[in-house]
């Protein structure tokens, strides 16, 4: 019943492509946290990234517009594609703030966290590519899904861990010590705001697997 035609799988072709500027954006991410002083050389990527993620989005509307049969529900299309555009730019910001705010040397544990977020995109990548045969990839799917909320259960305590040590941090004059936890709590919420966003992605696809498989 879910073996779609070609044309009937564009969709999830675009949901992929999507989902892989999203985890180019993770390791793009990843690459500057753990040396930020790459992160001029690196803007035309990072602006690239989010216009062609847009066009991208914008195609999957457009088509959205135009079919009057969809291969699942034209809501989990919209929200999808949507959840898909907004954690692209979640990503955007988090690239611009630490390249706005000269963040200068990472925490310790930032790079584990921007690294869950490359693991996670990456099984979302994975989960995407199963839509195509949601009955026949149900288990490949799910088995990606465990993993993302795996990573964000692991991201929030070392968020919460990291965050603690930053206010406990004793190493610096005072002005230069709020200066970095300022800029460091930051781009560490934004860390932690992301690796949520993945797990509700995967939470959208779950819901779309337990309706059609």
Known sequence: MFNF????TEFFDLFVENAKYFHLGAVLLDELIKDPNKALERIEDI??????????????????????ITPIDREDIYSIASELDTGVDMLQGALQRLIMSRAGHATAKSPILSNLIVESTN???????????IKKNQREILDAIAKVREYESKADLVYREEIGLLYDDATQDPVHRTIHLIKWKNILEDLEETQDH?????????GVVMKYA
Request: aromatic residues 4%; glycine residues 4%; positive net charge.
């Open 5 to 8: 035609s070609r044309k009937d």
């Open 47 to 68: 602006l690239s990234l989010e216009s062609k993620a847009d066009e991208v989005n914008e195609r999957i509307i457009e088509k959205l517009n135009l079919t009057f």
């Open 123 to 133: 099984e979302l990548v994975k989960a995407f590519k199963g839509l195509v045969d």
């Open 198 to 206: 993945c797990k509700k992605l995967g939470d959208m696809i779950r």
